[in-house]
């Protein structure tokens, strides 16, 4: 759907499109390692990461929602201006958002290299034994690109279609890994210090990571849709999937086990046999599925990145095509900085520090300026009509 406002089109979301959008992203190259990640902090209790990430997650994506009801049509690029700048002094505006959106820009520009490398290096390991690196990487680019020649409604179509077929073939896999399970590994969970219970956390919010493609998104989402809602529902299925990856991967292997597999729920996979020998090879089956995952999370975020500068210049959809072609470039060579993958969860590491202060800082500082700005704004109301 399309409808006119202002001097633009703005494409209208439907609620089941949002949750697309952010489901879609949320679930990417995380499921591979969360097992592995969540139990070398907390041990055996590292299923609870998973509950308490959502919790974080979601106070997170409701804030973002309330600043897209605050300003209804308007992207983080488009609103930046209004929250930091005054009707009197626009320049201020400008100005002062400018840090923060190239803050934005940045962390999901080099957050999409390293989710590409990671892709790449799962699918010359595990698949394509003989294929270079680089033959990947620009292959997915390519796609990439493609989504990127066309606006925000084909985007939200694109994850649409894709939706039902990551969820609902990661779900079926995630509960027949229960075959050799034992329960008993998750067990005790009493021995986990706070410190160990803050970096589990931290983990756990990180893999929840994504949502803020949102900060665009959610400003054409149609006004009659429940956001908060739709932040609900797509946090409740990520959550749903990656405690049932990360029980299962504890409950088979153990948590110590785990911390010997550089891809466990891949490792979880090959465990797993279908009842009737329908697939022979379920870890073929599972990597189909996961890179349509891997490439709505790269697409959805390199889009905002394009279709951000296309807005902070205001230009057309011409400029979002060149500058989705040129930015690919330089892109393609980050994602090929790593030497080993070692060096790649040491940058996403980084990109978890980072990915904090994106979805948790971003919108409080936000939300606290608007409120010092009211009150400013109303105590010069009192004055004058004094």
Same mark, same amino acid.
């Given at each position: 759907?399309?409808?006119?406002?202002?001097?633009? /089109?703005?494409?209208?979301?439907?609620?089941?499109?949002?949750?697309?959008?952010?489901?879609?992203?949320?679930?990417?190259?995380?499921?591979?390692?969360?097992?592995?990640?969540?139990?070398?902090?907390?041990?055996?209790?590292?299923?609870?990461?998973?509950?308490?990430?959502?919790?974080?997650?979601?106070?997170?994506?409701?804030?973002?929602?309330?600043?897209?009801?605050?300003?209804?049509?308007?992207?983080?690029?488009?609103?930046?201006?209004?929250?930091?700048?005054?009707?009197?002094?626009?320049?201020?505006?400008?100005?002062?958002? %400018?840090?923060?959106?190239?803050?934005?820009?940045?962390?999901?520009?080099?957050?999409?290299?390293?989710?590409?490398?990671?892709?790449?290096?799962?699918?010359?390991?595990?698949?394509?034994?003989?294929?270079?690196?680089?033959?990947?990487?620009?292959?997915?680019?390519?796609?990439?690109?493609?989504?990127?020649?066309?606006?925000?409604?084909?985007?939200?179509?694109?994850?649409?279609?894709?939706?039902?077929?990551?969820?609902?073939?990661?779900?079926?896999?995630?509960?027949?890994?229960?075959?050799?399970?034992?329960?008993?590994?998750?067990?005790?969970?009493?021995?986990?210090?706070?410190?160990?219970?803050?970096?589990?956390?931290?983990?756990?919010?990180?893999?929840?990571?994504?949502?803020?493609?949102?900060?665009?998104?959610?400003?054409?989402?149609?006004?009659?849709?429940?956001?908060?809602?739709?932040?609900?529902?797509?946090?409740?299925?990520?959550?749903?999937?990656?405690?049932?990856?990360?029980?299962?991967?504890?409950?088979?292997?153990?948590?110590?086990?785990?911390?010997?597999?550089?891809?466990?729920?891949?490792?979880?996979?090959?465990?797993?046999?279908?009842?009737?020998?329908? %697939?022979?090879?379920?870890?073929?089956?599972?990597?189909?599925? /996961?890179?349509?995952?891997?490439?709505?999370?790269?697409?959805?975020?390199?889009?905002?990145?394009?279709?951000?500068?296309?807005?902070?210049?205001?230009?057309?959809?011409?400029?979002?095509?060149?500058?989705?072609?040129?930015?690919?470039?330089?892109?393609?060579?980050?994602?090929?900085?790593?030497?080993?993958?070692?060096?790649?969860?040491?940058?996403?590491?980084?990109?978890?520090?980072?990915?904090?202060?994106?979805?948790?800082?971003?919108?409080?500082?936000? /939300?606290?300026?608007?409120?010092?700005?009211?009150?400013?704004?109303?105590?010069?109301?009192?004055?004058?009509?004094?």
């Amino acid at each position: 759907m399309s409808r006119r406002e202002g001097h633009g /089109w703005h494409q209208t979301l439907s609620m089941w499109q949002q949750i697309c959008l952010i489901t879609s992203t949320l679930i990417g190259v995380g499921v591979l390692t969360l097992p592995r990640t969540t139990s070398s902090k907390l041990f055996e209790a590292g299923w609870i990461a998973p509950l308490i990430g959502s919790a974080g997650a979601y106070v997170s994506l409701w804030l973002i929602v309330k600043l897209s009801r605050r300003y209804p049509g308007e992207t983080f690029i488009e609103y930046s201006h209004k929250v930091w700048g005054s009707v009197r002094r626009p320049w201020v505006g400008k100005v002062f958002s %400018l840090p923060w959106i190239c803050i934005y820009l940045v962390y999901l520009y080099f957050s999409t290299a390293v989710v590409s490398r990671v892709f790449g290096e799962v699918v010359v390991t595990s698949v394509l034994l003989q294929t270079p690196l680089e033959v990947v990487l620009i292959t997915m680019f390519l796609l990439v690109l493609f989504l990127c020649m066309h606006e925000v409604e084909v985007v939200a179509r694109v994850n649409e279609l894709l939706f039902p077929f990551i969820i609902l073939p990661l779900l079926f896999i995630a509960i027949a890994s229960f075959q050799k399970a034992e329960f008993g590994n998750l067990f005790p969970i009493n021995h986990v210090s706070f410190r160990s219970m803050l970096e589990g956390v931290y983990e756990g919010i990180y893999s929840y990571s994504g949502f803020e493609i949102m900060f665009v998104f959610f400003a054409y989402a149609q006004q009659n849709t429940n956001r908060e809602l739709a932040g609900f529902y797509s946090l409740l299925i990520a959550a749903l999937l990656y405690l049932l990856i990360v029980v299962a991967g504890i409950s088979v292997f153990g948590y110590e086990e785990l911390q010997r597999v550089t891809w466990p729920t891949l490792e979880l996979v090959k465990t797993t046999q279908v009842p009737g020998l329908i %697939l022979e090879r379920l870890e073929s089956a599972f990597l189909a599925v /996961w890179v349509s995952a891997v490439f709505t999370t790269v697409a959805n975020a390199y889009y905002v990145v394009v279709y951000s500068l296309r807005q902070l210049f205001r230009k057309g959809i011409r400029f979002q095509r060149i500058v989705a072609a040129a930015l690919l470039v330089p892109l393609f060579f980050f994602a090929l900085i790593p030497q080993n993958i070692t060096e790649v969860f040491k940058w996403a590491s980084l990109l978890g520090l980072s990915s904090l202060v994106i979805n948790l800082l971003f919108p409080v500082v936000y /939300w606290v300026a608007i409120l010092i700005r009211d009150m400013v704004t109303r105590r010069e109301g009192r004055n004058i009509d004094g």
